[in-house]
C-alpha cells in the first residue's frame, strides 16, 4: 500500500505513550502514504506536524452530544459533514479511512463510496457502536479469535490480524541502577486496571533476591506504586522514550506480564505488550493469554 491518503482514527492522541495506532502511523508513512492521524475529538481545530515522515497529527471538534442516540439518517448526516471538514483539514480526498475507534465515525455508509473503510478492533474495550461500524466497513480486522468471531456476526469480511510490532531506527541507551543479581522488568503504563498489584506485591516480597524494575508512567497517588517502591528490591523508573525501550529489555533477564486475566480474560487474550517482548528475545514469564496458549513451555 503505497501513495495513498489515509485518515487513521485513534482513541488515544498523538502525545499518548505509543501504542499499536502510532505504530501504524509511523509505518504506513513510511511506505509514501500520507496519514492523518485523527486525535479524540476537542475543542480547538488543528494540523500539526509529527518527528515522522508523511504523519501529520489531526485535532478537530466533536460531534453533537449524544449523536448514537439521534435517528440513523440524522448520524449520517452529522457523520458526514465532519468528514467533509477532516477532509478539508487533510487538504485533499481521503483514499483510506482506518478506525480503531467506533465511538466516533462509526457508520461508514455515511462516508463516499469511494473510501475503503477499515474498521480494526486491537482493544476488546472498544465495544461503543460495534455491531454498526463492522457491518458498515468494507474490511475487518481483529487481534483475537473471540473479537474476529463477533465480527464476522455483522461483516463477513473480517480477519484475524496479530499485533504487529515495531522496529526501532534509533537506539538510546538506560542507565540502570541495583543489584547485580537476576533483573525483572516490565514497561507500559502502570495506571493500567488490569494489572495483578497484589500478584505483583506478593512476588517482589518472596525474591528480594532478584530486582524488579517498573518503566512507565503511573499517578502520583497511586496505592501499590507508593507501596512497592518503599521496598529495596523494587525500582520505579519513571516513563521511558520508545528509543530506550530495548536498552531496558536488554537489561533484564525476564520480562513479566502480570495481569488479571481471570477477571479480564477477553482485553488480556492477545495484549501487544506480547510482541513486543518477544521481539526482545528475553525470557517472559506472563499470566494466561489466551492467544498464545499453544506456544508456551
Known amino acids: 500500500m503505497r501513495d495513498k491518503n489515509i485518515l487513521l482514527i485513534s482513541p488515544e492522541p498523538w502525545n499518548h505513550i505509543k501504542v499499536s495506532k502510532h505504530h501504524y502511523a509511523i509505518c504506513l508513512g513510511k511506505r509514501g502514504n500520507k496519514v492523518f492521524f485523527l486525535n479524540p475529538p476537542g475543542k480547538t481545530p488543528a494540523v500539526l506536524p509529527t518527528p515522522y515522515s508523511n504523519v501529520q497529527s489531526i485535532h478537530y471538534e466533536g460531534f453533537p452530544k449524544g449523536l448514537r442516540f439521534y435517528p440513523r439518517f440524522l448520524q449520517r448526516h452529522f457523520i458526514a459533514k465532519k ?28 462516508l463516499p463510496s469511494r473510501v475503503l473503510t477499515i474498521c480494526h478492533i486491537v482493544d476488546a474495550n472498544q465495544d461503543f457502536e460495534f455491531e454498526k461500524t463492522a457491518a458498515s466497513a468494507r474490511l475487518c480486522l481483529g487481534v483475537t479469535r473471540g473479537i474476529v468471531e463477533r465480527l464476522k456476526k455483522s461483516n463477513p469480511h473480517s480477519f484475524f490480524l496479530h499485533h504487529g510490532c515495531a522496529s526501532r531506527e534509533s537506539i538510546e541507551d538506560v542507565e540502570i541502577q541495583g543489584n547485580d543479581g537476576a533483573r525483572v522488568g516490565y514497561a507500559g503504563n502502570l495506571d493500567l486496571r488490569y494489572i495483578d498489584w497484589n500478584l505483583l ?89 489466551e492467544e498464545y496458549q499453544s506456544l508456551h513451555d
Open 83 to 110: 468528514f467533509r471538514e477532516v477532509e478539508a483539514m487533510c487538504g485533499g480526498r481521503i483514499d483510506i479511512v482506518w478506525s480503531f475507534d467506533n465511538s466516533v465515525f462509526f457508520d461508514f455508509d455515511a
Open 201 to 289: 506485591d506478593r512476588i517482589t516480597s518472596e525474591h528480594m533476591h532478584v530486582a524488579f524494575y517498573f518503566a512507565g508512567p503511573h499517578s502520583r497517588d497511586h496505592e501499590f506504586v507508593n507501596r512497592l517502591r518503599q521496598k529495596p528490591n523494587v525500582y520505579f523508573l519513571g516513563s521511558l522514550r520508545s528509543e530506550q525501550l530495548p536498552s531496558f529489555y536488554q537489561q533484564m533477564d525476564i520480562l513479566v506480564l502480570c495481569y488479571l486475566s481471570n477477571e479480564y480474560p477477553d482485553q488480556l487474550a492477545n495484549t501487544h505488550k506480547m510482541m513486543e517482548y518477544l521481539a526482545s528475545g528475553r525470557m517472559i514469564v506472563a499470566t494466561r493469554t
